[in-house]
C-alpha cells in the first residue's frame, strides 16, 4: 500500500491506497444536469500514463511526430499537453489540503478542473490536486503527478485475487441503474432508471476494438444482452453479406472457445490490468477486452424470475423484487470513449476503418 505525500513538505496527503485499473468511464461527461457517484472505491488509487488536463493544444498545432510517439494514429479535435501519470482516488481519502478559491471554477453544479489544480497542501500551500464534482462527471479527486510523490507504507496489499477467485466473488455490474439529474419539476433532483453509464463507456472502448478485430468484415456477437448491446452499431458501420467473423464471450468459468470462433470478448482483470488469454494457443489472438464487471454480468447474468414466487423466497433465488425496470431507450454507446479508444488503435490508419471513424463523426446521433 502507498500513501501520498506533498513533494514541496512531504506532508500526507492521502489514506493508505491500493492501486487498481483505472476505470474506461474515468473521463467520462455523460448526459446533462446529471449527479454521477464517486468513481473510485475507498481506498484504491488508478494512475492515467497518458497526459490529461489542462493546458490544451489543437491538432493543427502538434507536430505528426510527437502524435506517433504518442500512439495516436487519426485526428483529435484537441490533445492534452499535461504532465502524464496523474493518479485518481476518492474525494474521502484526502487529508491535508485546502480549496484554492480562484480555481474553483465550474461548467454547473460544481468544481470542473478546467482551471488546473484546485486544492493546495494545507502545510506549505503547493497546488497539489484537482476536486471534480460538477454535474455530469465522476466526483474524484486527481493528483498532480509532478506535485506529490509515493510512499510505501507498512500495511502489505494482498495478492491479487486469480481469476477463479474473481468470478467466485461475483461482482458484477449491473447494465441497469437509476439515473440522478437535476432540476425537476420543484428544482430539485429526480431520477429515473437507465443503460448505466459504465456500460456505455466500456462498450465504447469494446466497439473499438471490435471494429478494428473485424478486418473490415461483418462481425456477429452471442444472443442476447451482448447483442443488444454491440450487433445494432455492428451492422450499421460493417458490410453485409458473408464472410462473417464470429465474436464469442470467452473468460474463467466458461468453457474453451471453439475453433471457429474469430473474436474473443474477455475481461480485463480489476487489479492488475491483465487482459484474459486463453491456455490454448489454438485459440485466436483477437481479444475484445470488456471491465470484468461488465463481462462478468454478460458471462453470467443474474436470473430474475418471470412471475412473484410463492410461499417462502427459496435460499437460492437472486433477484430484485419487483425487478429492475428494463429501459425503454435503445443502448448507445459512449462517443467519447469510443473516439478516443479508436484513434489509439493502428487499425485505424486503415481506409475502411477511417471512413468509419469519420462516419460516426458525421452521424453520431444515430449510434450513440
Not at 106 to 116: I, K, R, S, V
Not at 137 to 141: D, E, S, T
Not at 146 to 152: E, G, L, T
Given at each position: 500500500m502507498?500513501?501520498?505525500?506533498?513533494?514541496?513538505?512531504?506532508?500526507?496527503?492521502?489514506?493508505?491506497?491500493?492501486?487498481?485499473?483505472?476505470?474506461?468511464?474515468?473521463?467520462?461527461?455523460?448526459?446533462?444536469?446529471?449527479?454521477?457517484?464517486?468513481?473510485?472505491?475507498?481506498?484504491?488509487?488508478?494512475?492515467?500514463?497518458?497526459?490529461?488536463?489542462?493546458?490544451?493544444?489543437?491538432?493543427?498545432?502538434?507536430?505528426?511526430?510527437?502524435?506517433?510517439?504518442?500512439?495516436?494514429?487519426?485526428p483529435?479535435?484537441?490533445?492534452?499537453?499535461?504532465?502524464?501519470?496523474a493518479?485518481?482516488?476518492?474525494?474521502?481519502?484526502?487529508?491535508?489540503?485546502?480549496?484554492?478559491?480562484?480555481?474553483?471554477?465550474?461548467?454547473?453544479?460544481?468544481?470542473?478542473?478546467?482551471?488546473?489544480?484546485?486544492?493546495?497542501?494545507e502545510?506549505?500551500?503547493?497546488?497539489?490536486?484537482?476536486?471534480?464534482?460538477?454535474c455530469s462527471?465522476?466526483?474524484?479527486?486527481w493528483?498532480?503527478?509532478?506535485?506529490?510523490?509515493?510512499?510505501?507504507?507498512d500495511?502489505?496489499?494482498?495478492?491479487?485475487l486469480?481469476?477463479?477467485?474473481?468470478?467466485?466473488?461475483?461482482?458484477?455490474?449491473?447494465?441497469?441503474?437509476?439515473?440522478?439529474?437535476?432540476?425537476?419539476?420543484?428544482?430539485?433532483?429526480?431520477?429515473?432508471?437507465?443503460?448505466?453509464?459504465?456500460?456505455?463507456?466500456?462498450?465504447g472502448?469494446?466497439?473499438a476494438?471490435?471494429?478494428?478485430?473485424?478486418?473490415?468484415?461483418?462481425?456477429?456477437?452471442?444472443?442476447g444482452?451482448?447483442?443488444?448491446?454491440?450487433?445494432?452499431?455492428?451492422?450499421?458501420?460493417?458490410?453485409?453479406?458473408?464472410?462473417v467473423?464470429?465474436?464469442?464471450?470467452?473468460?474463467?468459468?466458461?468453457?474453451?472457445?471453439d475453433?471457429?470462433?474469430?473474436?474473443?470478448?474477455?475481461?480485463?482483470?480489476?487489479?492488475?490490468?491483465?487482459?484474459?488469454?486463453?491456455?490454448?494457443?489454438?485459440?485466436?489472438?483477437?481479444?475484445?477486452?470488456?471491465?470484468?464487471?461488465?463481462?462478468?454480468?454478460?458471462?453470467?447474468?443474474?436470473?430474475?424470475?418471470?412471475?412473484?414466487a410463492?410461499g417462502?423466497?427459496?435460499?437460492?433465488?437472486?433477484?430484485?423484487?419487483p425487478?429492475?425496470?428494463h429501459?425503454?431507450?435503445?443502448?448507445?454507446?459512449d462517443?467519447?470513449?469510443?473516439?478516443?479508444?479508436?484513434?489509439?488503435?493502428?487499425?485505424?490508419?486503415?481506409?475502411?476503418?477511417?471512413?468509419?471513424?469519420?462516419?460516426t463523426?458525421?452521424?453520431?446521433?444515430?449510434?450513440?
Open positions: 502507498f500513501v501520498f505525500v506533498c513533494a514541496g513538505c512531504g506532508a500526507e496527503l492521502t489514506a493508505p491506497l491500493s492501486q487498481v485499473v483505472l476505470p474506461v468511464h474515468a473521463h467520462q461527461k455523460y448526459g446533462n444536469a446529471i449527479q454521477l457517484p464517486v468513481l473510485m472505491e475507498p481506498g484504491t488509487f488508478a494512475v492515467e500514463p497518458e497526459p490529461w488536463g489542462p493546458p490544451w493544444r489543437r491538432w493543427e498545432e502538434i507536430d505528426p511526430d510527437e502524435l506517433a510517439a504518442r500512439g495516436i494514429y487519426a483529435v479535435h484537441i490533445l492534452s499537453d499535461g504532465t502524464p501519470g493518479v485518481v482516488i476518492a474525494p474521502g481519502d484526502v487529508r491535508g489540503t485546502v480549496l484554492i478559491p480562484e480555481k474553483c471554477g465550474g461548467y454547473c453544479c460544481g468544481l470542473d478542473g478546467a482551471d488546473g489544480p484546485n486544492l493546495a497542501c502545510t506549505c500551500d503547493l497546488p497539489v490536486a484537482s476536486r471534480i464534482d460538477d462527471l465522476w466526483q474524484a479527486v493528483l498532480a503527478p509532478d506535485a506529490v510523490r509515493r510512499r510505501p507504507v500495511a502489505a496489499d494482498a495478492a491479487p486469480s481469476w477463479a477467485e474473481l468470478v467466485a466473488e461475483g461482482r458484477s455490474t449491473p447494465p441497469f441503474e437509476p439515473i440522478t439529474a437535476w432540476g425537476g419539476p420543484r428544482m430539485g433532483s429526480y431520477h429515473w432508471w437507465s443503460w448505466s453509464p459504465r456500460w456505455e463507456a466500456a462498450a472502448r469494446a466497439l476494438h471490435l471494429l478494428a478485430a473485424s478486418e473490415g468484415r461483418p462481425v456477429t456477437v452471442p444472443d444482452l451482448t447483442e443488444e448491446v454491440f450487433q445494432r452499431v455492428l451492422d450499421i458501420l460493417l458490410p453485409a453479406g458473408p464472410p467473423r464470429r465474436a464469442v464471450l470467452a473468460g474463467p468459468g466458461l468453457p474453451l472457445p475453433a471457429d470462433a474469430d473474436i474473443l470478448i474477455v475481461p480485463v482483470h480489476p487489479q492488475t490490468g491483465e487482459t484474459w488469454a486463453p491456455s490454448s494457443p489454438a485459440v485466436p489472438a483477437h481479444p475484445v477486452p470488456l471491465p470484468f464487471g461488465v463481462w462478468l454480468w454478460l458471462a453470467f447474468p443474474e436470473p430474475h424470475l418471470p412471475a412473484p410463492s417462502v423466497m427459496p435460499g437460492d433465488v437472486l433477484r430484485d423484487d425487478p429492475a425496470p429501459p425503454g431507450s435503445l443502448f448507445r454507446l462517443p467519447g470513449v469510443f473516439w478516443h479508444t479508436v484513434v489509439r488503435l493502428p487499425a485505424v490508419r486503415s481506409r475502411w476503418l477511417r471512413e468509419i471513424l469519420e462516419t463523426h458525421r452521424t453520431h446521433t444515430r449510434l450513440f
